[in-house]
């Protein structure tokens, strides 16, 4: 079998524009990084302050959320093109586990 | 390094080594045969003799201990380790072959998933001689299993989480094949019905594993390690248990007829000499099962007091489901129709399987119905239900599905007239045993009973369900008959021995060639070398011009994996009777497992070349065509 | 043999990991695995919400006793960082530079390292001042499970990740092993993703009752 993809065009003048855009992401991976350490710190910091229950139990939920897009959309490069498919089983694995845990915390009692 | 000598003659020795390190998935796929068929007697003996104690009333053949060790054995037997196999038997032996592919996208965990499989079975199986098999169900419900002595259950779930390990890789490695592997114009719209179907059952098995298991670690962490998930006094709750039994459950019976649909599909268009009806209309019914049959699972446990709410939800999503395989089962009615239809062996268990399956599906959508699930639930009636589905749609599928590939996978063909017989025999049969069931649980019999008493009307209903039993038994003997005699005459059939193959997989060469494909072929539409024969030709169009050929290498270690996990489930077990050598066997075993991943990781593993010169040199020998 | 093949910095692919039709089996069979456990994990956080200071009498811990934010923050900073500096060495095998990669794989470790030690130090912690074990309540069981099964993964995850560098120490990048640690990284990034709901679900909304 092939194992050897085709590579883009001519690789000597790809190469400086590829190690450009992998600075360039670098950087956009930083940012991300400062915007999850700051995230962070605000929901430790709301729990610290003590702030009511109905307020921090959603406030650090869609932290939580927001940050863990990130996390996978760059970190681990989801928005990437080729992970469609790996898009669609971690949805398919996300609503699966949503359902169970909602269901873990409405049907099941004392 | 082997090359085409791989077809060579060996010794009988050197048969065994091969197939205990091979990582070809013709051979795991004859492997997942022998031992799911294997294990399909071991569960039809338990079967017949549960029908022998309920012949008669007040019947004592077996203690009412061993009896519910039976039912317990012969559920989990015939779920885990006979259909499922099976029908990895057939996904491996067929899937990559229709979508054109020269091997699975991971070999080697092709072969690790075959033997965590067998060593999960061969464990639970043990049972029977080391202190008594499992005995609270196949649900194994956790205030029954938790209550339950002796080793038993810890047979149960140290085995099924072994096997399940393997079925979750063998589902990733379908996944990845399909989406991956395919020959050059094999569209996702273009594939097969048993190749999309198997893509389906592997998702499902993908997110329906995660649930099982972690309710088996839970199980054995409370037996074993003193936890308490589901003990009450300790703060547990019994109902997790079940609820992650059937998160898994439901989708594992989709998981198991998603495929046998999947072979009908290819049967009746063969047999009818038409292409399947409503080809995209039969996909979308199948992601729609896939989808919705996690939506479904609280049907199982209605009775569990969930509330009016959940008991509505879910009543109306199974429901729902039985949508979806309506249009399936009109697709396959308006596929037959005005086919020139020949009635072979497969055709025949086809056709049988339409009104068999549509009895299960309307009893199942009966039972949807809460209100009338809590008269039903738990009585024979139940039993009635998913043997119809079961068995009038996996078995049937499994059986008949073994006739139509037979050639495909030994070159050789079955007798027809036997098979007629094993047909007539095995259908009758099952309509005896499981028709009357319907009745018995109306009237009041429970499920999972050991006996009962005479005099209230269930004498009859019984002695006729077990008499069918016997019918199916002798029809299964003439089958293994077949099987011998075939096997010992080897009349080669060759290639498209149907006549009327449509898929890629009867383009092949009969025997196949181990590397498949010699030049991957170009797919130019549904059902493609019907295509091809229809303009005239014999053979595929080739996508390539013959070139070297990569082959993954044969390898020992998914077996000394697998063998890692089934001591360790030894030292697991009996460190809870505080026996001295018990932890240093489950060290051992991890160490076992654990050592033989690391030699994998770092060993490199190239696989080796088929050259260009060795492949034209074989043509001009032409082989056996 | 192709994915032995040496490389120079110009002749590296655009995404080794992905360069070789192995490559591209594992990359996508590893993310169908993480959609995989992604349902593992949501069981056992399922498990754990519903038994969530379920104790057998009053005289047991609940979360409101147990947990510490400060040091819940240093494992959380701990981790989170490991996350970046494995992109770090990603950037890196992107650019053919082993040496670096290397480097920021050997940081990642020993920050993993670090949160380990942590882990350790917190269940001993609630082992010898609160009698909080895995057999001691219900809720213990489900703690310990959850939390329990997250440091499995990064024990599993720091050794993949030291086989992988040790093993391939003196050979530098090719396309059979690029795969691979591409993976492992994956992998590092997923448990980070499972730690974020760790630390929220069970140490901040336990914190607040
Ligand atoms: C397609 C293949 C199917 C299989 C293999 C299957 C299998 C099963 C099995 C094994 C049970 C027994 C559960 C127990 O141990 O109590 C069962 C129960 C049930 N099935 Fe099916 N089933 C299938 C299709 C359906 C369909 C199409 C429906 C409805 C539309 C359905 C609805 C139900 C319901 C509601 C129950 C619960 C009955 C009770 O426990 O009270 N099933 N099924
Ligand atoms: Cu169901």
């Not at chain 2, 067929?94 to 690790?112: C, E, S, T, Y």
């Not at chain 2, 060759?494 to 898929?503: C, L, Q, V």
């Not at chain 2, 539409?525 to 993954?552: C, N, Q, R, S, V």
């Not at chain 3, 949501?42 to 147990?66: C, G, M």
Request: charged share 10%; with cysteine; proline share 4%.
């Amino acid at each position: 079998m092939a194992n050897l993809q085709q590579n883009s065009n001519n690789p000597k003048a790809s190469y400086e524009y590829r190690r450009k855009k992998h600075a360039e992401e670098m950087r956009m991976q930083v940012i991300t990084f400062t915007m999850m350490i700051f995230f962070t710190v605000i929901a430790f910091a709301a729990v610290g302050a003590g702030f009511s229950k109905w307020f921090i139990i959603p406030f650090v939920l869609l932290l939580a959320v927001v940050q863990v897009i990130f996390q996978l959309y760059y970190f681990m490069h989801m928005s990437h093109k080729g992970h469609e498919a790996a898009q669609l089983f971690m949805y398919s694995g996300v609503l699966v586990g949503f359902i169970t845990i909602l269901t873990f915390l409405t049907i099941i009692w004392w | 390094m082997s090359t085409i000598a791989h077809t060579q003659k060996r010794g009988f020795a050197g048969t065994v080594w091969e197939y205990l390190t091979t990582v070809d998935h013709k051979k795991i796929a004859i492997l997942y045969l022998l031992a799911g068929g294997f294990f399909f007697i071991v569960g039809g003996i338990e079967a017949m003799m549960i029908r022998i104690q309920l012949a008669v009333p007040n019947n004592d053949f077996v203690s009412a201990g061993l009896f519910n060790e039976i039912i317990t054995m012969h559920g989990t037997t015939m779920i885990f380790l006979a259909a499922m196999p099976l029908l990895f038997a057939f996904m491996n032996a067929v899937m990559p072959l229709q979508i054109g592919a020269r091997d699975v996208a991971f070999p080697f965990i092709n072969a690790l998933g075959f033997w965590l499989f067998f060593f999960g079975g061969l464990f639970l199986n043990l049972s029977w001689f080391l202190g008594g098999a499992p005995d609270a169900g196949w649900t194994s419900y956790a205030s029954l299993s938790l209550a339950s002595e002796g080793h038993g259950i810890d047979f149960y779930a140290l085995g099924l989480q072994i096997s399940g390990f393997g079925t979750l890789m063998g589902g990733i490695n379908f996944l990845v094949t399909i989406i991956n592997m395919r020959a050059p114009g094999m569209t996702y719209m273009r594939m097969p019905l048993f190749t999309w179907t198997t893509f389906v059952a592997s998702a499902l098995i993908l997110f329906a594993f995660p649930p099982l298991t972690v309710g088996l670690f839970m199980l054995i962490f409370d037996r074993m390690f003193g936890s308490g998930f589901f003990d009450v006094a300790m703060g547990g709750n019994t109902i997790i248990w079940e609820h992650f039994f059937w998160i898994f459950g439901h989708p594992e019976v989709y998981i198991l007829v998603l495929p046998a649909f999947g072979i009908f599909s290819e049967i009746f268009p063969t047999f009818s000499r038409k292409r399947l009806f409503g080809y995209s209309s039969m996909v979308f019914a199948t992601v729609l099962i896939g989808f919705l049959g996690f939506m479904v699972w609280a049907h199982h446990m209605f009775t569990t007091g969930l509330g009016p709410i959940a008991n509505a939800i879910f009543a109306v999503a199974t429901m729902a489901i039985a949508v979806p395989t309506g249009i399936k089962i009109f697709n396959w009615i308006m596929t037959i129709w005005g086919g020139s239809i020949q009635f072979t062996v497969p055709m025949l268990y086809a056709i049988a399987f339409i009104p068999s399956f549509v009895m299960g599906g309307v009893t199942g959508v009966m039972q949807a119905a809460a209100p009338a699930d809590y008269q039903l639930h738990d009585t024979y009636f139940i039993v009635a239900h998913f043997h119809y589905v079961i068995v009038g749609g996996i078995v049937l599928g499994l059986i008949g599905g073994a006739h139509f590939y037979w050639p495909l996978m030994f070159g050789t063909m079955l007798s027809e007239k036997l098979g007629k017989i094993t047909f007539v025999l095995f259908l009758v049969g099952f309509h005896l045993t499981f028709f009357i069931q319907h009745f018995l649980g109306l009237m009041g019999m429970p499920r999972r009973v050991w006996t009962f008493l005479p005099g209230q009307g269930l004498e009859t209903g019984n002695l006729i369900s077990s008499i069918g039993a016997a019918f199916m038994a002798v029809g299964i003997i003439i089958m293994l008959i077949n099987i011998v005699i075939t096997q010992k005459n080897n009349v080669q059939v060759g290639r498209d021995p149907w006549k009327d193959g449509r898929t890629l997989e009867w383009a092949l060469p009969s025997p196949t060639p181990f590397y498949n494909f010699k030049q991957l072929p170009l797919v130019r539409g549904l059902d493609p070398f019907w295509i091809e024969k229809m303009e005239g030709k014999t053979e595929m169009t080739p996508a390539e011009p013959i070139g070297d050929i990569h082959m993954p290498n044969n390898s020992f270690i998914p077996f000394v994996i697998s063998l890692g996990l089934f001591i360790a489930a030894f030292g697991a077990m009996y460190q809870m009777d505080d026996k001295a050598w018990a932890i240093p066997v489950l060290v051992i075993g991890m160490a076992v497992t654990f050592g033989a991943m690391l030699v994998r990781s770092i060993k490199d593993d190239h696989g080796f070349h088929i050259h260009k010169e060795d492949l034209l040199e074989e043509d001009g020998k032409g082989g056996t065509r | 043999m192709a994915a032995e093949q040496k490389f120079t910095q110009q002749t590296w692919p655009e995404s080794p990991e992905q360069a070789t039709l192995e490559g591209k089996n594992k990359f996508l069979g590893f993310w169908l695995f993480l959609g995989g456990e992604t349902v593992l994990f949501a069981s056992l956080f399922a498990t754990y919400l519903a038994l969530k200071d379920s104790v057998p009498s009053d005289s047991h811990a609940k979360a409101t006793d147990l947990f510490e934010l400060p040091l819940v923050f240093l494992m959380t900073m701990l981790l989170l960082t490991s996350s970046l500096t494995s992109v770090f060495a990603m950037y890196h095998m992107k650019n053919y530079n082993f040496k670096k990669m290397q480097t920021w794989l050997f940081i990642t470790v020993a920050l993993g390292l670090g949160f380990l030690g942590c882990e350790i130090y917190e269940f001993n912690h609630y082992y010898h001042e609160y009698k909080h074990t895995f057999t001691s309540s219900a809720f213990g069981s489900a703690f310990y499970t959850l939390v329990g099964f997250h440091g499995g993964h990064v024990v599993f995850g720091l050794s993949w990740i030291i086989a992988l560098m040790i093993r391939n120490a003196r050979r530098g990048l090719n396309l059979y092993n690029a795969p691979k640690f591409y993976l492992a990284s994956l992998y590092w990034h997923f448990i980070d993703v499972v730690w974020v709901f760790i630390f929220t679900v069970v140490y901040l909304m336990g914190m607040v009752g």
